[in-house]
């Protein structure tokens, strides 16, 4: 059967998108031009603070001072799992030669980019697992200098937690300054801190736009959108766990979509029931933002079996992803689209928001569909590299020359006729397109 759809969203994700680019890039020319006395004019003007900016190491330890034993006991537990995924991660990357042709040869090499700006969200929540995930994996990546900069609250600086969380997992600067001015001073360089060379970590829709219009000159984990989760359940999933998951994701923010895939109606409808009492359970300002997202955003589908279950999923390509099925396995080699996959009810998406090990900063709006999340090969750059001996360039350089000559680059042709004159100047090669 087609797809049926027990519950359409009305909005998506960019139904309410903002023009913010003018506003952005107007800042961000400005901080340029301007510099620090800039940067601080916006933080004063969005941020109402006018406190320092750079993070001394009294600061941090009054800050860490604040937080409490078992929170810090918490933030050491997710750095830790972060640091031994992330490292696993890198063991994956191998510096590699071969030998193309005898005596030609090329190889690769994994190098850290030297300077990583990660951006710490600190308004609605404060968001320390994006400390924990942003500035861990740079370190382990290998990062020379890492910053962290985060919005501060007026008459408190940063909260204590991101300070705290930041300093524990390696951040070289803490930085008292949030939105595109936060993101503008780590990309010029300014406070007296290196220009970074990537951006990383989420932030909301202006973070978001600078990042993209920086894109180029720095480099970016991704441009994100509003978060997004789907779940794919059959008969054997637990209603409750199914809608507790949804209810969980939605409170992110009014315009975060929420996706129920299944092909038990049963299953479908009983969630539906349960979730508009779940979110009615929640804080106030968790529970308006869970409401929007339900109602604007949501969709439960009903497919006919599995297959079609995951061709919606692939369709979908979610940022969470998180199977309550049978044959777990079977969904792991079928699926292919998804920025991190939470396989059974005993894991779910919070777990790797926070504490898991895996990454949370993941491709939103179908971006999973050609990216995966944030991880060490995002702060490497893996580079090229190749040498030769006279004979083993001497094949190379004949194909070279012919090559650019079909081609009508006579200059790179010329690169290549040299080298076989000095090398060989006893032999005659065709080196003629048409040879």
Same mark, same amino acid.
């Given at each position: ?42 933080? /004063? ?19 860490? $001072?604040?937080?409490?034993? &078992? ?12 640091? &031994?995924? $992330? ?41 320390? +697992? ?7 994996? +740079? ?12 919005? =501060? ?31 503008? $001073?780590?990309?010029? @360089?300014?406070? *007296?801190? =290196? ?5 990383? *970590? ?13 894109? @180029? &000159?720095? *480099? ?18 637990? =209603? ?8 969980? %994701? ?14 038990? &109606? ?9 979730? =508009? ?20 955003? +949501? ?17 979908? +390509? ?5 199977? %309550? ?24 998406? /919070? ?15 179908? $971006? /999973? ?31 070279? /020359? ?5 081609? *009508? ?27």
């Amino acid at each position: 059967m087609a797809r049926e759809y027990l519950k359409k969203a009305s909005l998506h994700s960019t139904s309410d998108a903002t023009d913010v680019t003018a506003t952005v890039q107007e800042i961000l020319s400005r901080i340029e031009a301007g510099g620090d006395a800039a940067a601080l004019d916006y933080a /004063a003007r969005f941020d109402r603070y006018d406190g320092p900016v750079v993070l001394s190491a009294e600061d941090i330890a009054a800050a860490s $001072a604040q937080v409490p034993d &078992r929170l810090k006991a918490d933030i050491a537990f997710a750095h830790d799992n972060v640091r &031994r995924f $992330a490292e696993a991660q890198k063991d994956t990357i191998r510096d590699t030669e071969i030998e193309i042709l005898p005596g030609f040869v090329a190889g690769q090499k994994a190098i850290p980019v030297d300077a990583a700006g990660c951006y710490v969200p600190g308004g609605r929540y404060s968001h320390v +697992a994006s400390a924990i995930m942003t500035v861990t994996t +740079a370190r382990v990546a290998g990062c020379r200098h890492v910053m962290a900069c985060s919005p =501060p609250r007026p008459g408190v600086g940063v909260a204590p937690a991101i300070v705290h969380a930041a300093h524990v997992c390696g951040a070289d600067t803490i930085l008292a300054i949030g939105g595109v001015q936060g993101v503008a $001073a780590m990309t010029f @360089g300014l406070f *007296g801190q =290196p220009r970074a060379n990537i951006l990383v *970590g989420p932030g909301n829709q202006f973070v978001a736009e600078a990042k993209r219009i920086l894109f @180029g &000159r720095v *480099g970016i984990d991704m441009i994100a959108g509003p978060t997004d989760s789907l779940i794919l359940a059959d008969a054997t999933a637990d =209603p409750a766990i199914v809608a507790a998951d949804l209810v969980g %994701q939605a409170e992110h923010g009014y315009n975060s979509p929420v996706w129920l895939v299944t092909d038990d &109606r049963a299953l479908a409808e009983r969630v539906m029931e349960l979730v =508009p009492g779940l979110i009615d359970a929640l804080p106030q300002v968790n529970r308006d933002s869970a409401a929007a997202a339900w109602r604007d955003y +949501a969709e439960v589908i009903l497919c006919s079996d599995r297959k079609e279950m995951a061709a919606t999923s692939d369709d979908y +390509a979610p940022e969470h992803l998180t199977v %309550q099925a049978a044959d777990l396995d079977w969904w792991l080699e079928r699926l292919t689209c998804y920025g991190s996959l939470f396989l059974g009810e005993e894991t779910t998406v /919070a777990f790797g928001d926070k504490a898991s090990g895996t990454n949370h900063v993941l491709p939103t709006s179908g $971006a /999973a569909s050609y990216t995966g999340g944030l991880s060490v090969h995002k702060f490497m750059k893996t580079v090229t590299w190749q040498r030769a001996t006279r004979d083993g360039a001497r094949p190379v350089a004949e194909a070279t /020359a012919r090559i650019s000559r079909l081609e *009508g680059m006579e200059g790179h042709a010329r690169t290549a006729d040299v080298r076989l004159a000095k090398y060989f100047p006893d032999r005659t090669f065709d080196l003629s397109a048409d040879g």
